[in-house]
C-alpha cells in the first residue's frame, strides 16, 4: 500500500522493482488528461502558449520575440496590437502551430513579431452565385438551371487549417452537387418540386462542408432555361390541352342550358298566361335599353291570312269575295 492509499505490487511479485511514486505519478497524469478533456486543451500555458509544445528551439525564438518587443516598446506596440472587428477572427500561428483550439476576436489581439503570423476570417454570410449549369435529366431533356448559395464560416480554425481556399472549394462543390442532384430528376420534377430539390441540395452541402467549418443556410435554384424547341412544344402541348378543355366545358354549358330550357318549357305549357307575363318583361327590357324598337311577336298562323299566304302547301289562296 502506498502512500496515497493505491495498492501498489512489490519488487518481489513484480520482478521489476515497482516503487510508490510511479502512483503519484500516474494519478498527476489522470488528472492531467481530465483537465485537458475538460477544457479541451492542457492547463499549462503562458502567453497563450502551450508550454508542453514548445521546444528548446521554440522558447528560446520566443524570448528572443518578446525581449524584442519590449526593447522596442514605442514602436513595437503599434506593430503588435492589432484590431480584429466584431465579425472577423484571427487565426493566430505561432512558429507554425495554431495557437488555440479557438480563433482569436473580437477587439484587440498581441501579435510577437517574427514569430507570430496571422489570417483574419471573415464570418458574415456569402453569397455564391453558380452559373447556369448544362444538366442532362433523367427523362434525357437538356436543361440550364442556375441557383445560389448562401453559407457562413461558424468555426475559423477549420476554414483555415482544413482547406486551402474555403470559399473556392465550397463554390466549386455546389456546382458539382447542383449537377448531380438535378441529373436524377425528370424536366417535370425539377420545374414543380424547386423547393424539395434546394432542399436537399442544402442537405448534402451542409454535410460535405462540417470539416470546412462551413453551415450552409440556404440553397436556392434561381431559373431552369429549356430549348426553344421545346418550350414551343410544351406549349403546343398546353394550348391543345386548353382547347379540348374548353370544349368540354362548352359541352357541358350548352347542355345544363338545354336542360334549364326544357324545364322552362314544361313550366310554360302548364300555365299559358305565364308567356305573356314574360313577353311583357322582355318588352319592357328592350323598351328600356332602345326606346325606338318595339318587338311585337306573332304567331305563325296569323301571315296564313294575310295576303293569301298558305304555309301548307306554299300555294297562294283565291280571295273569297
Given at each position: 500500500?502506498?502512500?496515497?492509499?493505491?495498492?501498489?505490487?512489490?519488487?518481489?511479485?513484480?520482478?521489476?522493482?515497482?516503487?510508490?511514486?510511479?502512483?503519484?505519478?500516474?494519478?498527476?497524469?489522470?488528472?492531467?488528461?481530465?483537465?485537458?478533456?475538460?477544457?479541451?486543451?492542457?492547463?499549462?500555458?503562458?502567453?497563450?502558449?502551450?508550454?508542453?509544445?514548445?521546444?528548446?528551439?521554440?522558447?528560446?525564438?520566443?524570448?528572443?520575440?518578446?525581449?524584442?518587443?519590449?526593447?522596442?516598446?514605442?514602436?513595437?506596440?503599434?506593430?503588435?496590437?492589432?484590431?480584429?472587428?466584431?465579425?472577423?477572427?484571427?487565426?493566430?500561428?505561432?512558429?507554425?502551430?495554431?495557437?488555440?483550439?479557438?480563433?482569436?476576436?473580437?477587439?484587440?489581439?498581441?501579435?510577437?513579431?517574427?514569430?507570430?503570423?496571422?489570417?483574419?476570417?471573415?464570418?458574415?454570410?456569402?453569397?455564391?452565385?453558380?452559373?447556369?449549369?448544362?444538366?442532362?435529366?433523367?427523362?434525357?431533356?437538356?436543361?440550364?438551371?442556375?441557383?445560389?448559395?448562401?453559407?457562413?464560416?461558424?468555426?475559423?480554425?477549420?476554414?483555415?487549417?482544413?482547406?486551402?481556399?474555403?470559399?473556392?472549394?465550397?463554390?466549386?462543390?455546389?456546382?458539382?452537387?447542383?449537377?448531380?442532384?438535378?441529373?436524377?430528376?425528370?424536366?417535370?420534377?425539377?420545374?414543380?418540386?424547386?423547393?424539395?430539390?434546394?432542399?436537399?441540395?442544402?442537405?448534402?452541402?451542409?454535410?460535405?462542408?462540417?470539416?470546412?467549418?462551413?453551415?450552409?443556410?440556404?440553397?436556392?435554384?434561381?431559373?431552369?432555361?429549356?430549348?426553344?424547341?421545346?418550350?414551343?412544344?410544351?406549349?403546343?402541348?398546353?394550348?391543345?390541352?386548353?382547347?379540348?378543355?374548353?370544349?368540354?366545358?362548352?359541352?357541358?354549358g350548352e347542355m345544363n342550358a338545354s336542360k334549364s330550357l326544357k324545364s322552362a318549357s314544361m313550366v310554360l305549357a302548364e300555365s299559358p298566361i305565364a308567356l305573356q307575363l314574360r313577353y311583357l318583361q322582355t318588352l319592357t327590357t328592350v323598351a328600356t335599353e332602345k326606346n325606338s324598337t318595339i318587338v311585337f311577336p306573332l304567331p305563325m298562323n296569323i301571315?296564313?291570312?294575310?295576303?293569301?299566304?298558305?304555309?301548307?302547301?306554299?300555294?297562294?289562296?283565291?280571295?273569297?269575295?
Amino acid at each position: 500500500m502506498s502512500v496515497c492509499g493505491c495498492k501498489v505490487a512489490s519488487p518481489a511479485r513484480s520482478g521489476r522493482g515497482q516503487a510508490p511514486w510511479r502512483c503519484h505519478r500516474l494519478r498527476s497524469r489522470v488528472a492531467f488528461l481530465r483537465t485537458t478533456s475538460v477544457t479541451g486543451s492542457p492547463p499549462f500555458y503562458f502567453l497563450g502558449i502551450k508550454s508542453k509544445r514548445l521546444g528548446v528551439c521554440g522558447w528560446v525564438l520566443f524570448s528572443l520575440s518578446l525581449l524584442l518587443m519590449i526593447i522596442t516598446f514605442p514602436v513595437s506596440i503599434w506593430i503588435c496590437l492589432k484590431v480584429i472587428k466584431e465579425y472577423e477572427r484571427a487565426v493566430v500561428f505561432r512558429l507554425g502551430r495554431i495557437q488555440a483550439d479557438k480563433a482569436k476576436g473580437p477587439g484587440l489581439i498581441l501579435i510577437l513579431p517574427c514569430i507570430d503570423v496571422f489570417v483574419k476570417v471573415d464570418l458574415r454570410t456569402v453569397t455564391c452565385n453558380i452559373p447556369p449549369q448544362e444538366i442532362l435529366t433523367r427523362d434525357s431533356v437538356t436543361t440550364q438551371v442556375d441557383g445560389v448559395v448562401y453559407y457562413r464560416i461558424y468555426s475559423a480554425v477549420s476554414a483555415v487549417a482544413n482547406v486551402n481556399d474555403v470559399h473556392q472549394a465550397t463554390f466549386l462543390l455546389a456546382q458539382t452537387t447542383l449537377r448531380n442532384v438535378l441529373g436524377t430528376q425528370t424536366l417535370s420534377q425539377i420545374l414543380a418540386g424547386r423547393e424539395e430539390i434546394a432542399h436537399s441540395i442544402q442537405t448534402l452541402l451542409d454535410d460535405a462542408t462540417e470539416l470546412w467549418g462551413i453551415r450552409v443556410a440556404r440553397v436556392e435554384i434561381k431559373d431552369v432555361r429549356i430549348p426553344i424547341q421545346l418550350q414551343r412544344s410544351m406549349a403546343a402541348e398546353a394550348e391543345a390541352t386548353r382547347e379540348a378543355r374548353a370544349r368540354v366545358l362548352a359541352a357541358e354549358g350548352e347542355m345544363n342550358a338545354s336542360k334549364s330550357l326544357k324545364s322552362a318549357s314544361m313550366v310554360l305549357a302548364e300555365s299559358p298566361i305565364a308567356l305573356q307575363l314574360r313577353y311583357l318583361q322582355t318588352l319592357t327590357t328592350v323598351a328600356t335599353e332602345k326606346n325606338s324598337t318595339i318587338v311585337f311577336p306573332l304567331p305563325m298562323n296569323i301571315l296564313e291570312g294575310i295576303g293569301g299566304v298558305s304555309y301548307d302547301n306554299h300555294k297562294k289562296v283565291p280571295n273569297r269575295a
